[in-house]
């Protein structure tokens, strides 16, 4: 068993400069496999996109939505049928209110006292009632005949065709690109309902018009048709009546360029406001990505350097003061590059240690072979190989302890903690220790509180390790019937364990010293070599894997007089 010594062990690794050297000795020996060599093209450092992965996906996202929302909203189809249904309402007022003016005043008593529709009458106050409204207006008589249109004149040189025709456009060629395209494209995305083709005859009869023929029967007609340019012509035809008698139908007809222009200019409104939109969220987007993506790669940069520097002390930018998660990556990565140079010291630490502990059990070993090859005294001899034994039997504890250290880290790191009692294991090691004991061994006494739950969570194999060390220093220091005393006790949420002997304790400036690696301590009389200075430093660790601690100090009486050492174990109760 070992003597007071720790310091967390670490398992040796080989130098970067020699891992090469042995690559190169192994590929250079017979048979050998070949070292395998990353590709050029992978090593090469890659380059840096203009726009990272990051930043597109956020634009994508944000501005995905944006376009969505505004799509949906540019297509507006349910204001462009309220609109439409708008304009049939006033159409279908207009069409009744020129229907009973010339119910009135066009409509006369003939020759032989029946009343008829006075043409010349009708024509006159039809041109003059649809000259405001710029719209159409047609005339039929009972017969199906076009009485009048307010489209043409009839006069010496025949009949004229009227066409009211836009102002002049006040915008300037690119507006107008903008809007031809804007049509254009409206033209194929949006999908109005089919409507029957508006065709008109050069000469025009009341049978080409379906709601004029059901307006004779004596009701008001409305009448959707496609202009066949992505425009509607809307028609209301109303009956001319002079007591209940129909004389003629009035047919009002007007295209839904006013409709297209109002939703137009209410899609034009939106794209303006989808433009200043799309700015901001572009910008806000960059931002939003700029402050994830470029800590990110400040950070991975870090990592790289890190990864391929030769020095340990590589500074991870600090971004904790954000208080996000980027801030959680800054102080991790900073945590395991501390640590990692930590370690990579420790490491080096140890390798060096290793090497004078083993270092100096082979130079007695060499000193007594090469002087026992020269002393022919016999007695002189045995005392030399008994020196080469001691030697001997040195390095095997040594190396078995180094083994054992070096393989803990892993071993703890992988094996899986159990559920077991505190107070058995110690009753069990008591009951063992207890059936091997010999006359002139201390004697062992183990207290545990009453009552107490000494349930934790661990590996009972290693607990044994580091109890069985503690009672073996204690005994080593315990002048013969002495008692070493074990207690247990409960302390909250933690299981304390106290190993306290009646030895000579040990000095206030090694309290900590003692858990060093390597570091012995002898008791009087004890041969040199014959622990290897890693048990406390073991235990320790094992302590600290089970998220507990293993500290040293003395017993001590009123006048302030040494009675002996004390080991305290802290262990987390399940």
Sequence with gaps: MDGRSTATAIAPTVPASSAAAATQARAAEPGAAPARVRPRALRRKRRRPLISPLTRRVLTVNVFA?????AGVLYLGQYEDRLITTELQALRTQAEIFAGALGQGAIGSGPDGTQQLQDDVARSMLRRLVEPTRGRARLYGSDGSLIVDS???VGPGGVVEMEYLTPPAETGIVERTVFAAYDSIMRIVQSRREYERYVEKPVQHATDYEEVIEAFAGETVNALRSDGHGGLVIGVAAPVQR???IHAVVLLTENSANIDDAVRQVRLDILKVFLLALTVTVALSLYLAGTIARPVRRLAAAA???????????????FTWRGDEIGDLSSALGDMTRALGERMEAIESFAADVAHEIKNPLTSLRSAVETAAKVENPEQQRHLMQIILDDV??????????SDASRLDAELMRARMERLDLGKLLQTLVSIRADTATADQPKLALTLQDGADFTIAGLEGRLVEVFENLISN????????????????????????EVEDEGPGIPDANLETIFQRFYTERPEGERFGKHSGLGL??????????GGT???SNRRDEKDQILGARFTVRLPAE
């Design 151 to 153: 489209r043409s004149l």
């Design 550 to 552: 293993l500290a040293a």
């Design 66 to 70: 944006l376009g969505t929302l505004v």
């Design 393 to 402: 039997q040195r390095l095997d504890r040594l190396i078995s302890d180094i």
């Design 474 to 497: 204690a005994f080593s220091f315990s002048p013969p019937g002495s008692t070493v005393h074990i207690s247990a006790r409960r302390e909250g949420d933690e299981v304390a364990v």
């Design 537 to 546: 430093s073991i235990s320790r660790q094992i302590c600290e894997a089970h």
């Design 243 to 245: 007591f209940k008698q």
């Design 304 to 318: 790289e350097r890190v990864r391929r520097g030769r020095g340990r002390n590589r500074a991870i930018p600090d």
